[in-house]
């Protein structure tokens, strides 16, 4: 059941709105900073070699969809066209993407590339500036929650979405090539969805404006980006007006993903106080809140904002910077609901909680917003995809056991998903990293963040070059120099972290353990000078000249976390990090499961030894603690704990993972995959078990939902193909058997349903087979245990299931 609430008058006003100029700061370009960081380039290099070019192998699906429609539209049979909502929207991702590659620099086949979807995308609009390969095909859009008709079921149709990818891409295609097809493009769209949405077009909705904000947040973004590079007022005032009609015009009313909180629905933008729903569709917001209120000078959006980000930090944010704890919904649960084996965080809400925080530095000019940015940045966001470029997280926990399919069916990265926005949004977003590097206004320099660069800032008049020498973030020591090509005087203005405190970011989430006797220093030319922090930054004013030099020393020791007592899945536990990482533990570290370890007493950190580990793709520090460990007979061992920096897990195979551990030896379990003292059986054993799964999942008593097996452990015979498989179960003495059930698995991959399978039993030391009831059978029915019973009492010790492929 959907409510729908229409106020009976709302007007729009354009003239005699106040304009303010922008934010107070002005970032320094991306493509106006040279980064040459260790830890950054190879990133650059490899987002450029692999990430992108696999990324639009990935996404031609959305290239044979827009191909549907612009085919349709020439009057051409389209057959086998299968509808879907966002597949457009992850190819336009990657095109931004790319786009950004080539302001980085000149690449003629990136450039054909893009120029040939560019006119695929003008191909496939309407004349009157509808794009919607879905509807413009017209098969079936309304089966897969996309409405009867165009703009009908906005809330989930994506339509609003896709096309503000789009925006964004175009615009980043425009400023590397100049070439305005795309562009245009989004126009002639803009001008329609206007029209449609506030004004009224006889083709849709009876002539009636439909006076609905999109249910995925995305085109808010998108039209003040359109505003800033065409100059036109219509797009700022379409950012404003899909903000103001938010949680007025239309309400749904309904649970899951129809609850008014799932697309931040259930109240006015400006009065809503708390982060809620879907955690990207709110980061989305937030940030088109923090831009639309910066262009217009209406404060009721930063004084909102200012409410949600301090709810953020309090009571929802995982020490990764993750948002979004929640399943089903991929979004906030209630204040202080932070699991860690169950969280979902998933990538893209990390992506927006970086946007949403830069927007916040941006505004304020306080440096507690890009510690945020930066945590999300380098823990959550790059543990997204692995250090090759072609493997991706899609949810984000702190706890794995190394076969829990917590990852869209995998228990580690997957090369690809279904629902592909992840992927593509690394794709755009980690090009743009350089850009958050510096900025500046008249009087003030600032240094952001930190990363081994160079670039060129005008200050009052005058050409100065600045360059970071750093091997931040594995090291704390960041020395810059100044260059100007005559003296100036300006403040310079340093970053001195959350982390260099009592806690590792802002909020009142997490506190450390323990203080440290490390200082940050600062350096003018050798000179020790005051380091006096003010907003989170240190000011030096002073007039520069060419070859100036300010050394800013982070120090970065192993540091102990404890968190808030209100979240329930972190009490009597304590995590490691140091700088700006989360530190984790790794089974192929750390000779099995990490969560056998627990920490009795802390250890000493401050004397902790850091070494950098190298594999083939790369490289990444780790360090060594003290702790104890349960042992396979039931006691307890002095141990080392190897640490790696959680953005790094899972790059050398899929094994467990431990954020947060126990201090007590009663919270740490020695085998996760062991079947519970309940469970019937006493020893599971099978003809081959993938180094993925357990067969230990046959008798967990985890009850799976879906035969997708993705939400629970499972036992697989993969990569076996073509032979016959076996599964023996055995009791711990002679049972009555009166039914056995079956939950088969099949994905979208290697795993499939037997073509028959049967069962056999265990008497007197022999198997014979199972007699079944007359009127059962061996079913693979999907989603449901596939239940037989005998065709008499009957008494075994064991069971044996046999399958042939």
Not at 174 to 196: C, P, S, Y
Not at 240 to 260: Q, S
Request: aromatic share 10%.
């Amino acid at each position: 059941m959907l409510r729908c609430c229409l106020i009976a008058v709302f007007c729009f006003v354009t003239a005699g709105f106040s304009h303010a100029a922008d934010y107070p700061l002005k970032p320094v370009p991306f493509n106006e900073v040279r980064i040459t960081s260790d830890f950054w380039r190879p990133r650059l290099v490899t987002q450029r070699v692999t990430l992108v070019p696999f990324a639009f192998e990935r996404t031609q699906p959305g290239v044979e969809h827009l191909q549907a429609a612009r085919d349709f539209l020439a009057g051409k049979k389209v057959e086998g066209h299968r509808p879907h909502r966002y597949i457009d929207s992850d190819l336009y991702k990657v095109m931004e993407g790319a786009a950004y590659l080539l302001q980085l620099r000149d690449d003629p086949e990136l450039e054909k590339t893009l120029d040939g979807l560019a006119n695929l995308i003008a191909d496939a609009q309407h004349e009157n500036g509808y794009l919607y390969p879905s509807h413009t095909t017209g098969v079936g859009a309304a089966q897969h929650m996309m409405g009867d008709q165009p703009y009908e079921f906005i809330v989930h149709s994506h339509e609003l979405y896709n096309v503000g990818h789009m925006y964004e891409a175009a615009i980043a295609y425009f400023r590397a090539t100049g070439k305005r097809k795309l562009l245009d493009v989004a126009e002639k769209n803009a001008v329609h969805i206007n029209k449609v949405i506030f004004e009224g077009d006889e083709g849709y909705n009876g002539g009636k404006p439909i006076m609905q904000a999109p249910g995925h947040q995305e085109m808010e973004l998108a039209l003040v980006k359109l505003y800033r590079v065409t100059g036109k007022q219509l797009y700022l005032d379409m950012a404003r007006k899909f903000l103001e009609i938010r949680g007025k015009t239309y309400v749904p009313d309904g649970e899951g993903v129809m609850a008014p909180t799932y697309a931040q629905q259930h109240a006015p933008v400006i009065e809503q106080k708390a982060a809620v729903g879907h955690a990207v569709r709110a980061t989305y917001l937030y940030s088109a809140m923090a831009d639309v209120g910066t262009l217009t000078g209406e404060p009721a959006y930063g004084e909102a904002l200012d409410h949600i980000w301090g709810n953020i930090t309090d009571t929802r944010m995982h020490i990764t910077g993750g948002l979004g704890a929640v399943h089903g919904i991929e979004g906030f649960g209630p204040e202080y609901v932070l699991p860690n084996h169950d969280a979902f965080n998933e990538t893209c809400a990390a992506v927006g909680n970086v946007l949403f925080n830069y927007r916040m530095f941006l505004l304020h000019k306080d440096a507690k917003y890009l510690d945020v940015a930066e945590v999300a940045l380098l823990n959550n966001v790059l543990a997204a995809v692995n250090l090759e470029g072609n493997r991706f997280f899609y949810v984000n926990p702190l706890d794995a056991d190394g076969k829990y399919p917590f990852n869209h069916g995998t228990a580690g990265r997957a090369p690809w998903f279904g629902t592909a926005c992840c992927p593509s949004n690394m794709a755009r977003l980690l090009p743009q990293v350089p850009g958050m590097t510096y900025a500046h206004d008249n009087g003030d320099l600032y240094v952001t963040f930190f990363a081994e660069s160079e670039t060129r800032v005008d200050m009052d008049g005058v050409d100065v070059g600045i360059r970071q020498t750093t091997a931040y973030p594995n090291d704390g020591e960041v020395s810059i120099e100044i260059n100007p090509t005559e003296p100036v005087d300006f403040r310079l203005r340093l970053r001195v972290p959350t982390w260099t405190g009592d806690q590792f970011v802002p909020g009142a989430l997490y506190r450390y353990v323990g203080d440290s006797n490390e200082r940050a220093t600062v350096t003018v030319n050798g000179k020790p000078v005051q380091l006096q922090v003010v907003k989170g930054f240190t000011t030096i004013e002073r007039e520069w000249k060419r070859g100036d030099r300010v050394v800013l020393s982070l120090p970065m020791p192993l540091r102990i976390t404890q968190c808030h007592p209100s979240v329930e899945a972190n009490v009597g536990r304590i995590a490691f990090t140091r700088g700006p990482f989360v530190m984790c533990a790794e089974g192929v570290d750390n000779d099995g499961a990490t969560q056998r370890f627990f920490v009795d007493r802390l250890p000493n950190v401050s004397k902790t030894k850091v070494y950098t580990t190298a594999i083939d793709s790369g490289s990444f520090i780790q360090a060594s603690v003290g702790v104890k460990t349960l042992t396979s007979s039931g006691g307890t061992a002095r141990s080392k704990l190897e640490l790696t920096p959680y953005y790094a897990w899972n790059n050398r195979g899929t094994s467990s993972m431990t954020v947060w551990f126990p201090r007590d030896k009663s919270q740490a379990v020695y085998d996760p995959h062991a079947l519970p003292r309940e469970s019937i059986f006493t020893e599971l054993s099978a003809s081959h078990t993938s180094d993925l799964d357990t067969v230990n999942a046959i008798g967990d008593g985890k009850e799976p939902e879906w035969s997708s097996g993705n939400k629970v452990p499972r036992w697989t015979s993969r990569p076996q193909k073509g032979k016959p498989q076996w599964i023996e179960a055995k009791f711990d003495g002679t049972k009555e058997i009166r039914s056995v059930g079956v939950f088969w698995m099949q994905d979208q991959f290697d795993v499939k349903f037997p073509a028959s399978w049967s069962i056999e039993v265990l008497q007197d030391g022999e198997w014979s087979p199972f007699e079944l009831y007359t009127t059962d059978r061996f079913d693979t029915r999907a989603n449901q245990y596939n239940v037989v019973h005998p065709a008499a009492k009957l008494l075994c010790d064991g069971l044996r299931i046999l399958m042939n492929p």
